[in-house]
């Protein structure tokens, strides 16, 4: 059994940065692709950024290239999101998501592991 959990959520100024974090319990971290999904209020869920191949291959949604950065660290089975330039729209919970096969790593349905979410809100 997996268990994520999220840290960093919060409330920021439009232009700043906040850091996500997500660390997972179980075994072989490595194989398993972790991604970062978001959801705002009356909005279906959507992807945001995924890493698979150990971190080799990092994929990140059109909304998301040049702001938001995906790292993980296999050492300390965490994987991390940078936000930078954050804009009111951004706001939504933010949730890790994990799942032992690299295929179709955009889509929500076919995650197995999720944190329980962390808010996000740009607001001036």
């Known amino acids: 059994q997996v268990q994520l959990v999220e840290s960093g959520g919060g409330l920021v100024l439009p232009g700043g940065s906040l850091r996500l974090s997500c660390a997972s319990s179980?075994?072989?971290?490595?194989?398993?692709?972790m991604a970062w999904f978001r959801q705002a209020p009356g909005k279906e869920r959507e992807f945001v950024a995924a890493?698979?191949?150990?971190?080799?291959?990092?994929y990140y949604a059109e909304s998301a290239k040049g702001r938001f950065t995906m790292s993980r660290d296999n050492d300390k089975n965490t994987v991390y999101l940078q936000m930078n330039s954050l804009k009111p729209e951004d706001t939504a919970v933010y949730y890790c998501?994990?799942?032992?096969?690299?295929?179709?790593?955009?889509?929500?349905?076919?995650?197995?592991?999720w944190g329980q979410g962390t808010q996000v809100t740009v607001s001036s």
């Open positions: 998501a994990s799942k032992p096969a690299y295929t179709h790593y955009d889509d929500h349905n076919l995650y197995d592991y």
């Open positions: 179980g075994p072989a971290f490595s194989n398993y692709a």
């Open positions: 890493s698979i191949w150990s971190g080799r291959n990092t």
